[in-house]
């Protein structure tokens, strides 16, 4: 079986469009031989077999367990959408004597086994390599049939979903109560919000749920790493095995007692099985010992949504010409955007440095007693002509120019970052827009929380929990909305105080290190005192620690903003 036969390394922009990233031989004969295993009657289906690596690998399996050509070919069934495609798969069968039900069809049209309509019969096995079309493409009559495949199945999915999803649920109609179903998906299946009722339905659909994780990406052209997925029975698990391999040629040397028995969680993402076992348990166990959610010191709230910051929020020079009044017709905010915010506070000084540089350091929030000022009246009437009470947030305000503004927070929380996010003191005591979050301290927190978290949450825990709680977007952005930036572990108070003894000493040197963008020297610091000396982690868990951050970062990173298709088919 050539590399030309099965198409691997053929990566051509239209194949690209349909999410067509033919998978490696490796990973197509270890699946098949984990869903025929043992059952050599076993009827097969690829739903969307593409040029037929899937197809030839059952063939190879089946044959192994002493079927003839013969009636080989009467177990094994391919789907697929690309007429060019299926041509390769028939002439890949043939070439070793095999043949199939070769069907040109959209999966998502055909009906499961026991419908109104005859159809595919039911199924032992389902394998195969979805593609990977993001929802932005992934769209119009396509959408619609894949998302009502799905609820057939009894899942809903977002519109945010991409097509694997929708067809991985869809290929459960197809098997039998105790058939096996072994596919290879792309990793956002663990990492992802709109992947929650894929996640959800697997537990609740099979008996049995295994998962491959690879260490190095295994399609050539794709910015996104893959987990293999294998599931058998019905009536549900609240556990799953777990492999971790470097990549597929591992997969040969896989033995029966490499896995690890992983519980499931009560729901969310699964992003912590990007680690390996150790990373896992040391992260664990250091949570245990030292850290709280940032949810125990108050919880994360957004910024004020004006409906159009653009007009709401305004610079000094725009304030002075329209003669509009601090307190009655404007207040002080923190510009929008995170920018500006470079240490470890927003201070006064901070604010008076911006507006007297001209960024947007008030919002038009007039006093609601009614009263209007000339400025205010002129600074109106610019606005109906701007159109902006039409805008959906303004319109359904009963005063369209007087947003909801939030009262200053403690802190700031930067919830979108390339790198990490950041707690930051208020102690210029202003409000702010939607384009962070705030973070209002709890009576019971200790009284030196707004100075000290700032600085003692940029340790290495902290860092790979954003990872891990976070969720990666276009352009490797990790996004945090306040349920997720409340899971955020934290310094626990027991360990905050001494830390933060030491440490604010040195607040106002680091904080310059920060500043100047040697941030790593700061978490060097801050685990040096934080991880070492008040929590005794021995150096080799610290290292680990900021190893499993580092390569969670890694891999949000080099996904890229502009590739509409980051896997496979």
Same mark, same amino acid.
């Given at each position: 079986?050539?590399?030309?036969?099965?198409?691997?390394?053929?990566?051509?922009?239209?194949?690209?469009?349909?999410?067509a990233?033919?998978?490696?031989?490796?990973?197509a004969?270890f699946?098949?031989?984990?869903?025929?295993?043992?059952?050599?009657?076993?009827?097969?289906?690829?739903?969307?077999?593409?040029?037929?690596?899937?197809?030839?690998?059952?063939?190879?399996?089946?044959?192994?367990?002493?079927?003839s050509?013969?009636?080989?070919?009467?177990?094994?069934?391919? @789907?697929?959408?690309?007429?060019?495609?299926?041509d390769?798969?028939?002439?890949?069968?043939?070439?070793?004597?095999?043949?199939?039900?070769?069907?040109?069809?959209?999966?998502?049209?055909?009906?499961?086994?026991?419908?109104?309509?005859?159809?595919?019969?039911?199924?032992?096995?389902?394998?195969?390599?979805?593609?990977?079309?993001?929802?932005?493409?992934?769209?119009?009559?396509?959408?619609?049939?894949?998302?009502?495949?799905?609820?057939?199945?009894?899942?809903?999915?977002?519109?945010?979903a991409?097509?694997?999803?929708?067809?991985?649920?869809?290929?459960?109609?197809?098997?039998?109560?105790?058939g096996?179903?072994?596919?290879?998906?792309?990793?956002?299946?663990?990492?992802?919000?709109?992947?929650?009722? @894929?996640?959800?339905?697997?537990?609740?659909?099979?008996?049995?749920?295994?998962?491959?994780l690879?260490?190095?990406?295994?399609?050539?052209?794709?910015?996104?790493?893959?987990?293999?997925?294998?599931?058998?029975?019905?009536?549900?698990?609240?556990?799953?095995?777990?492999?971790?391999?470097?990549?597929?040629?591992?997969?040969?040397?896989?033995?029966?007692?490499?896995?690890?028995?992983?519980?499931?969680?009560?729901?969310?993402?699964?992003?912590?099985?990007?680690?390996?076992?150790?990373?896992?348990?040391?992260?664990?166990?250091?949570?245990?010992?030292?850290f709280?959610?940032?949810?125990?010191?108050?919880?994360?709230?957004?910024?004020?949504v004006t409906?159009?910051?653009?007009?709401?929020?305004?610079?000094?020079?725009?304030?002075?010409?329209?003669?509009?009044?601090?307190?009655?017709?404007?207040?002080?905010?923190?510009?929008?955007?995170?920018?500006?915010?470079?240490?470890?506070?927003?201070?006064?000084?901070?604010?008076?440095?911006?507006?007297?540089?001209?960024?947007?350091?008030?919002?038009?929030?007039?006093?609601?007693?009614?009263?209007?000022?000339?400025?205010?009246?002129?600074?109106?009437?610019?606005?109906?002509?701007?159109?902006?009470?039409?805008?959906?947030?303004?319109?359904?305000?009963s005063?369209?120019?007087?947003?909801?503004?939030?009262?200053?927070?403690?802190?700031?929380?930067?919830?979108?970052?390339?790198?990490?996010?950041?707690?930051?003191?208020?102690?210029?005591?202003?409000?702010?827009?939607?384009?962070?979050?705030?973070?209002?301290? @709890?009576?019971?927190?200790p009284?030196?929380?707004?100075?000290?978290?700032p600085?003692?949450?940029?340790?290495?825990?902290?860092?790979?929990?954003?990872?891990?709680?976070?969720?990666?977007?276009?352009?490797?952005?990790?996004?945090?909305?306040?349920?997720?930036?409340?899971?955020?572990?934290v310094?626990?108070?027991?360990?905050?105080?001494?830390?933060?003894?030491?440490?604010?000493?040195?607040?106002?040197?680091?904080?310059?290190?920060?500043?100047?963008?040697?941030?790593?020297?700061?978490?060097?610091r801050?685990?040096?005192?934080?991880?070492?000396?008040?929590?005794?982690?021995?150096?080799?868990?610290?290292?680990?620690?900021?190893?499993?951050?580092?390569?969670?970062?890694?891999?949000?990173?080099?996904?890229?903003?502009?590739?509409?298709?980051?896997?496979?088919?």
């Amino acid at each position: 079986m050539t590399k030309a036969a099965i198409g691997v390394f053929d990566l051509s922009q239209e194949r690209k469009a349909r999410g067509a990233f033919f998978t490696p031989p490796a990973i197509a004969e270890f699946l098949a031989r984990q869903a025929i295993s043992g059952r050599p009657n076993a009827k097969v289906l690829d739903p969307t077999c593409g040029d037929g690596a899937f197809l030839i690998a059952a063939a190879q399996v089946l044959r192994a367990l002493g079927r003839s050509n013969n009636r080989i070919s009467e177990q094994i069934f391919g @789907v697929d959408i690309h007429s060019p495609s299926l041509d390769d798969a028939s002439t890949l069968l043939n070439s070793e004597d095999f043949d199939a039900t070769l069907l040109e069809r959209n999966f998502f049209e055909l009906e499961p086994p026991g419908g109104l309509l005859e159809g595919l019969p039911e199924f032992d096995a389902v394998i195969g390599n979805p593609p990977f079309v993001r929802y932005q493409q992934h769209s119009g009559s396509a959408r619609t049939a894949s998302a009502s495949a799905a609820l057939r199945q009894g899942v809903r999915l977002s519109g945010l979903a991409s097509s694997w999803a929708a067809l991985l649920v869809h290929a459960g109609g197809f098997l039998k109560p105790d058939g096996r179903l072994a596919m290879v998906l792309p990793a956002e299946l663990l990492t992802v919000g709109y992947a929650e009722p @894929v996640r959800l339905w697997l537990r609740s659909r099979f008996a049995s749920v295994k998962l491959v994780l690879f260490e190095r990406l295994q399609f050539d052209g794709a910015l996104e790493n893959v987990v293999l997925v294998m599931a058998q029975g019905s009536g549900g698990c609240d556990a799953f095995s777990l492999y971790y391999v470097n990549d597929a040629e591992d997969l040969k040397r896989i033995q029966p007692f490499d896995e690890f028995a992983v519980t499931f969680s009560s729901g969310g993402k699964w992003t912590d099985l990007l680690l390996s076992m150790p990373e896992r348990q040391a992260f664990k166990s250091i949570m245990e010992i030292g850290f709280s959610a940032l949810g125990t010191y108050g919880a994360p709230e957004l910024g004020t949504v004006t409906g159009a910051n653009q007009y709401f929020t305004l610079n000094e020079s725009t304030r002075s010409r329209y003669r509009l009044e601090e307190s009655r017709d404007v207040i002080p905010i923190s510009p929008p955007g995170t920018r500006h915010l470079h240490g470890v506070s927003f201070t006064q000084a901070d604010w008076r440095r911006l507006r007297d540089d001209g960024e947007a350091v008030w919002m038009l929030c007039p006093e609601p007693d009614g009263t209007l000022t000339s400025g205010l009246r002129r600074y109106l009437k610019v606005g109906e002509e701007l159109g902006v009470p039409e805008a959906y947030k303004c319109r359904v305000r009963s005063t369209w120019y007087r947003p909801p503004a939030v009262s200053p927070p403690d802190l700031f929380f930067t919830y979108m970052s390339h790198r990490y996010p950041r707690l930051i003191a208020n102690k210029a005591k202003v409000t702010f827009v939607n384009s962070m979050h705030g973070l209002r301290l @709890v009576d019971g927190a200790p009284r030196i929380s707004r100075d000290a978290l700032p600085l003692l949450s940029l340790n290495s825990v902290t860092m790979l929990g954003a990872e891990l709680y976070g969720r990666s977007y276009g352009g490797g952005i990790l996004k945090m909305e306040p349920r997720e930036a409340a899971s955020l572990p934290v310094p626990s108070p027991e360990a905050l105080e001494p830390a933060w003894e030491v440490l604010r000493k040195e607040r106002t040197a680091l904080n310059r290190q920060l500043c100047k963008g040697e941030w790593s020297k700061v978490v060097d610091r801050v685990d040096d005192v934080l991880l070492n000396d008040v929590l005794a982690l021995v150096p080799h868990e610290i290292k680990m620690m900021r190893a499993a951050g580092q390569k969670l970062r890694a891999r949000r990173l080099a996904r890229s903003p502009s590739s509409p298709v980051v896997n496979q088919s």
